[in-house]
């Protein structure tokens, strides 16, 4: 059983930078992919960044160029930089890690994205 606790979120204006972080109860290096989602009021939960177990990081394209994922295999954290913020960016976002179809969520963290 992995536990996931995400932080960083909040209220930022249009065009600003927010830093999530997740972190990991134990070792999440061995054959875990990670990554974070995402769901606005009235929509269905959707991949915003995903690092596999192997292959290439992918991105949801509306995000791609303003987000970058990265995972610290030390620390056991999965982070999510975000630039260049936009009023749909705002949602609650979740931490994700998957192993043999295993999925395990954090509690999520809300961004809101306003002037």
């Known amino acids: 059983q992995v536990q996931l606790v995400e932080s960083g979120g909040g209220l930022v204006q249009p065009g600003g930078s927010l830093r999530l972080s997740c972190a990991a109860s134990?070792?999440?290096?061995?054959?875990?992919?990670v990554g974070w989602y995402r769901q606005a009021p009235g929509k269905q939960r959707e991949l915003v960044a995903r690092i596999p177990t192997w292959g290439i990081t992918n991105y949801a394209d509306s995000v791609k160029g303003r987000f970058s994922i990265s995972r610290d295999n030390v620390k056991n954290t999965v982070d999510l930089q975000m630039n260049s913020l936009k009023p749909e960016d705002t949602a609650v976002y979740y931490c994700?890690?998957?192993?043999?179809?295993?999925?395990?969520w954090g509690q999520g963290t809300q961004v809101t994205v306003s002037s």
């Open positions: 134990r070792s999440i290096v061995s054959g875990y992919a």
């Open positions: 994700n890690a998957e192993k043999n179809a295993a999925q395990y």
